[in-house]
């Protein structure tokens, strides 16, 4: 896929890895929607982006809110008239035990990170279908390939996600519509609580920055590739934990102790 002039929608935009990835799109051309549910933060990221030049438009709303998810999706597409490309970035996460976590919590999350990109791509497949062409991108990570302690929502919910992707892709063979799966490792971004860093600082766990993400990501999308794993050695990790996974138990099972204080420090 070309970016220069493609019709995006992009949610999670004010985020570390959706700003990134809204600034590098409008720098290749292409024209952009922006879903954010922080007015203020989209305010200030419009406005930056809109100084650099650009089609740019945006919309603040809660995808947690069916009728406003409905009502900005559909106010962008006419902004844009339609949409090329989607890409699911909005997410949420959460680092505890998990017999200690609000069950309101584990609802949000598996909602924004897995339920409301099933919702998006409902409301924009059909066009892309009539079309014969489009790219839905899912932003996933590590945790949907490898079952993290303490992070068992956030671990379910991209396992779903790589699940949706893998699906869609074989249901839309020969349609004209792809699938693209990005997986990164740990990304450093305000996703992650002061915890999760004092805990990434403990084990050593590598973290990369969100600009280095967005254009791999971009650099997917122009590829037309289907499932994309950032970073050594976590890409391999993932690909042995699926036929391997005892082995990556065993690999683990230190880790796993060291994070948990910093688990139950939160």
Known sequence: MKLQGTRVLLTGAAGGIGSALAEQ?????????????????????????QA??????????????P??????????????DGVDL???????LSFRPFA???PAVLERIVQLNLVTPMLLVRQLLPG???RGSGRIVNVGSTFGSIGFAWFAAYSASKFGLRGLSESLRRELEGTGVGITYVAPRAVKTSLNTGAVYRMAEATKMNMDEPEWVAFKVLEAIEADAKDVYLGFPEKLFARLNGFLPRLVDGGLRKQNQIMEPFARDT
């Open 25 to 49: 799109l409008l720098a290749r051309g292409a024209r952009v929607g922006l879903i954010e549910r922080t007015e203020a933060e989209l305010k200030t990221l419009l406005a930056r982006l």
């Open 52 to 65: 650099s030049g650009g089609e740019v438009h945006a919309v603040s709303a809660d995808l947690l809110d």
């Open 67 to 80: 009728a406003a998810r409905e009502q900005a999706v559909s106010q962008l597409h006419g902004l844009l």
């Open 86 to 92: 989607l890409i699911n970035c909005a997410g949420l």
């Open 100 to 102: 200690e976590e609000d």
């Open 128 to 130: 892309m279908l009539e």
